[in-house]
């Protein structure tokens, strides 16, 4: 168990990292970012902030000996240089490796026994062809790294769409993957302990507009709901497989066949950010409990009902308005320019029991 008082080291200097960092302290801990950037906005709330790039093993290896366990706040990091952490680092490098690469994903997520979507990888237009040959259209193309919040991904609706597909992701390679009809998308947010242990959250109903998440309300209805129990399982069953410790999401598509993985994220996530109002313990507050190896709080809804809206580009200049609504639970991650597509801050609304 690491014990209050303790340094808590976060690879990543971004929101999530920020709100890490705000649970951690609340428990009595001090947090240490390690972070490439001059001013990321989790330094802000930190107790140390080490300026370094991600592939600095030197910097890292001092950043090891100066907390006491260490935590990433995203998944695109260079694995090798982060082992010289050692079982300081909690989730581990396996699930940064197999989180960061689609087609590793893919293949790690079916031998779990989840449902995904047909898929196959594709290294050249040639692969496309035949993955269009294979799977039909609608198909999507997504690159095997560095892809999120819709980016690196291409859709062909029609054979003769491939070329120009290929040609939006810049020739990368990439997983082909069959289009999923759906009638909602949710995540399962899962904690998990050392020991096996595991807790979850209920899982909201999340609406996308352009790849980005803009809102996630629980509960849900009742088609996820009835998805529920085997989306949990199957979440279960792959942090179980990575020997994952801490927090780890698993976005579903909910389908007349039940749930399909769409993919993972071994960290907090932008779905459980209502999580922070909106149940007793919130994720962050539990991801840190995971990694410390402390009891596991309750997960229990702390309203009737709970809406979180992202805050993309400029919609963060409405923070007057956002103020003024007493029911506003409002967070802004002090991230400097307000560029579009950029995740700002997040706005929480609870309905009360």
Known sequence: MIAPGSIIGIVGGGQLGRMLAVAAAQLGYKCHIFDPHERPCAADVAAGFTRAAYDDTAALAAFGQAVDIATYEFENLPVEPLRVLGDKLRP??????????????????????????????VSSFEDVEAAVAELGVPIVLKTRRYGYDGKGQAWIRSPEEAAAAWDAISHEPAVAEAGVSFAAEFSVIVARWADGRTTFWDS??????????????????????????????????????????????????????????????????????????????SQFEQHIRAVCDLPPGSTDLAAAAVAMDNLIGDEVHGWRDLLADPNAHVHIYGKGEARPGRKMGHVTRLTLK
């Open 204 to 281: 909201p109903d999340n609406a996308h507009r352009e790849g980005i998440l803009r809102t996630s309300t629980v509960p849900s209805g009742d088609l996820i709901a009835g998805q529920t129990a085997e989306a949990r399982a199957a979440a279960a069953s792959v942090a179980e497989a990575l020997g994952h410790i801490g927090v780890l999401t698993v976005e579903f598509f909910a389908s007349a066949h039940g749930p399909v993985v769409n993919e993972i994220a071994p960290r907090v996530h932008n779905s459980g950010h209502w999580t922070i109002e909106g149940a007793v313990t």
């Open 92 to 121: 581990g490098t396996k699930s940064l490796a197999v989180a960061q690469d689609r087609a590793e994903e893919k293949a790690f997520i079916e031998a779990t026994g989840a449902r995904v979507a047909p898929w196959r990888s």
